[in-house]
């Protein structure tokens, strides 16, 4: 029907030159904060903001009124208006929303590094902030009762039937994904228990101190089939914050600075949030695909000379979907890499998700995954991958998304 | 189905481009929208031809038969809709028109569903303003 989808092509004649690409090693990250990640953070989001914001700072070795320009999540029910009011800022010169959920978290970085290699801001805060185990679940069908009539002519198509939450959504995929490759329940099992080893060196994690085995996985319940619990993230209270600057100021701070590399977004044709059954082919993910392929191309690199991932892991299927989307795997390979876990943990050819993940450690909508990719190249992360020179991030996919690679 | 009258099913939203579409599954008609220009099939409908960016268009009964392309069983109720109860399948449908839908089903046990399992179309009345497409078993032999 779409041929263009089956070809995957990409336009490379009509993309913008590689030295043209402004961002390259211009701009760092140079400060993390978040909060404790819990069940019931016993507060407001925005104040949560602000201690994640604060402790950023800090960590940067900034004072608060260093801080020009602020990247929100379009989903985040706090704004920068009345952030800088708690946080005695006295004034923004650059603020932008990043949408699509999860695809926003290295978006928030590559807009920050935009304003700040364009001269638009000095200092750009990032930040995520969501009750979203005490509050409003992810894993959960939202609040219903109010809302007769669904919100838009997307959610018509799939709202009626049932299919009213991301577990859903995303099970969708993984039974085509299954079917076509032969995967395995064990072999996405296999990404779960990995990550949970990794969130047991990491005090920080949801899970830190309860490891599970690969039965334990098998023997967890079916939300919804084929995706059992162990195969959902965690819904977690939390904030975390980023500063974006400079890479010539990045010079004079406190910690030494994870460079950006490059921070791509990619949307493509026929997707909609979640729910892209229409295209000819729904194992491969083309927003992903095509946010690879622009990281690289900007960046130079090739997927075989970085160190160390943290792919956004809300569901284990979509660890071997990006293995593959990322060019890490062949299509239809990425669930044999994640088999036995030997590929994926720490001392593995590519370990990834070393905080614990989205699985383990916390879900903060992707930006818990960026804090572990700068201490990965700070060099202390609880579960340190030696010599780390080139880190890489991924956003949330099935909607559009975005990527960075980070070096030392 | 069964379904829980405390959460009523969410009613579709209709809008200028897709309401050719809601008012056939009312009256029991599966229509797509084609593109009166080069004849392009597309669900869900839109304002222009992607393929040759006309805005002539027109809605096409379906022969209303397809397989079954994906499909998902929600076990657990709080992730799924609590107007409909667990567990409840839905299923992705590549209907012979090439263009896919999303149904339920009715009389398909969860154990039994199949990718590439034959389907057909039929349709549930829920309530005075609410019908939905369902799939069912086909028959093959006829294409």
Aim: proline share 6%; charged share 25%.
């Amino acid at each position: 029907m779409f041929d263009q989808y089956l070809a995957r092509r990409y336009r490379t004649t009509t993309r913008p030159r590689k030295e043209d690409y402004l961002v390259r090693d211009n701009a760092a990250i140079v400060g993390i904060g978040a909060t404790e990640f819990s069940r019931d953070s016993g507060r407001s989001e925005i104040q949560m903001a602000c201690e994640a914001i604060k402790a950023a700072v800090e960590d940067a070795g900034l004072r608060m009124e260093d801080i020009d320009g602020m990247v929100r999540f379009a989903m985040d029910f706090t704004d920068e208006m009345h952030l800088i009011s708690a946080l005695g800022i006295p004034e923004l010169s650059y603020f932008a929303e990043c949408g699509y959920g999860g695809g926003a978290s290295c978006a928030t970085v590559m807009h920050a590094a935009a304003a700040v290699v364009t001269g638009m801001a000095n200092y750009v805060v990032c930040y995520r902030t969501m009750n979203e185990r005490s509050g409003r679940r992810y894993g959960h069908t939202p609040g219903v009762g109010f809302v007769k009539t669904t919100p838009s002519d997307h959610f018509g198509y799939i709202m009626p039937f049932g299919l009213t939450s991301a577990p859903i959504w995303v099970a969708m995929f993984a039974t085509r994904y299954m079917y076509e490759y032969g995967v395995r329940p064990e072999q996405l099992g296999w990404v779960s228990v990995v990550f949970r080893e990794h969130a047991c060196r990491n005090p920080k994690a949801m899970f830190y101190g309860r490891p599970i085995t690969l039965q334990d996985y098998l023997n967890s319940r079916m939300i919804v089939e084929p995706l059992r619990l162990y195969d959902c993230c965690v819904d977690t209270d939390g904030a975390v914050a980023l500063i974006v600057t400079t890479a010539e100021r990045a010079k004079d701070l406190k910690q030494r600075p994870a460079y950006i590399l490059g921070a791509t977004q990619g949307t493509a044709t026929e997707g909609e949030t979640m729910t892209s059954y229409y295209r000819p082919r729904i194992t491969i993910i083309p927003e992903s695909w095509y946010t690879a392929q622009e990281l690289w191309r900007v960046t130079g690199v090739r997927p075989e000379d970085v160190d160390v991932v943290q792919f956004y892991d809300a569901f284990t299927c979509l660890v071997p979907m990006q293995l593959e989307e990322y060019g890490f795997c062949e299509p239809g390979e990425g669930s044999a890499f994640c088999e036995g876990g030997d590929r994926i943990r720490i001392g593995g050819e590519l370990p990834c998700n070393t905080s614990g993940g989205h699985l383990s450690e916390a879900y903060i909508h992707g930006m818990n995954l960026i804090a572990e990719a700068v201490r990965q190249i700070r060099g202390t992360s609880t579960a340190q991958v030696p010599d780390v020179e080139l880190s890489l991030v991924t956003g949330g996919l099935g909607v559009p998304t975005s990527a960075i690679l980070l070096r030392k | 189905m069964e379904y829980n009258p405390a959460f009523p099913l969410l009613r579709p939203y209709t809008d200028f481009d897709n309401r050719g579409f809601w008012e056939g599954i009312k009256r029991h008609a599966l229509v797509f929208q084609r593109c009166k220009h080069c004849g392009l099939f597309v669900h869900r409908p839109r304002p222009m031809c992607p393929r040759c960016l006309s805005t002539e268009k027109e809605w096409v009964p379906s022969e209303g038969k397809g397989k079954i392309y994906s499909y998902v069983t929600v076990h657990y109720e709080k992730t799924g809709y609590p107007g409909i109860k667990v567990p409840y399948s839905v299923v992705v449908v590549e209907m012979l028109e090439g263009v896919r839908i999303i149904a339920n089903v009715e009389g398909i046990e969860p154990e039994e569903l199949r990718i590439g399992m034959p389907v057909e179309v039929t349709f549930e009345d829920i309530a005075e303003d609410l019908t939905l497409p369902r799939v069912k078993k086909r028959e093959v032999g006829s294409p």
